[in-house]
């Protein structure tokens, strides 16, 4: 069925080091891979996404990878601030279910000064 | 801010009562989700309408009920209300039908006693 992996669900780095979180999906007909940042007390806000024609994106400190074959995509911080600090989720698109989303259960990460 | 409206951001009530939770999309959406998030769980999809129709339903209890106006904004009804009920209720919008990411509203916390 639909399902989105994530890894790590906590994440510690201290201020400057690179993180990383993976995701995993199910359906190879999935086509677009967007990620969020929720923020406390905030709604998840959209960071980057990622297209299945591409392989990476990249946006100032903020990269997503994507591997088709493997079904894995993967989002790099790095150089990582105190305020990245929240609980980011990753999610893919299901064409054979309605183009819904399905998301990957969070990772919680906290960048320590 | 988002765009995307949400009213109450929080909402106490007793065990078997009835709420309304109400999103007014970001000018120009169509599309009108709802989501889930318990204490530690991911984003749970609840139903989604598009241009005043019903489009998918995902993890929705029967206690549970949504519809979108003429104008576009959204209510979600959850009566009969159980402890277990009590999350952080996310409203998203978007343009198209599953195009691209979601905008997100900043939620209503429902806690249930």
């Known amino acids: 069925g639909e399902n989105v992996e994530q890894h790590p669900s906590t994440l510690s780095v201290q201020e400057g080091d690179s993180a990383v979180i993976k995701c995993t999906y199910s359906?190879?007909?999935?086509?677009?891979f967007p990620w969020y940042k929720q923020e406390l007390g905030k709604g998840p806000q959209l960071i980057i996404d990622?297209?299945?024609?591409?392989g990476e994106k990249k946006d100032q400190r903020i990269a997503v990878t994507l591997n088709k074959t493997a079904k894995h995509f993967s989002l790099h911080i790095t150089e990582t601030q105190p305020e990245d600090s929240a609980v980011y989720f990753c999610?893919?698109?299901?064409?054979?279910?309605?183009?819904?989303?399905?998301f990957g259960t969070g990772t919680s990460l906290t960048v320590i000064p | 801010d988002s765009g995307v409206t949400q009213t109450p951001k929080h909402l106490i009530t007793a065990t078997g009562q009835r709420v309304t939770l109400r999103c007014s999309p970001r000018?120009?959406?169509?599309?009108v989700y709802w989501y889930q998030q318990s204490l530690d769980q991911g984003l749970q999809f609840l139903i989604q309408?598009?241009?005043?129709?019903?489009?998918a339903k995902g993890n929705i209890l029967e206690r549970f009920s949504a519809q979108q106006f003429p104008d576009l904004h959204s209510e979600l009804n959850l009566s009969s209300l159980e402890l277990g009920d009590s999350a952080l209720y996310f409203c998203?919008?978007?343009?198209?039908?599953?195009?691209?990411?979601?905008?997100f509203g900043s939620g209503t916390r429902l806690t249930v006693v």
């Open positions: 359906d190879s007909a999935s086509n677009y």
């Open positions: 999610a893919a698109r299901y064409p054979n279910t309605g183009n819904q989303f399905y």
């Open positions: 998203a919008s978007s343009k198209e039908w599953g195009l691209n990411g979601y905008t």
């Open positions: 309408y598009y241009n005043g129709e019903e489009r």
């Open positions: 990622i297209r299945s024609n591409v």
């Open positions: 000018s120009g959406d169509l599309s």
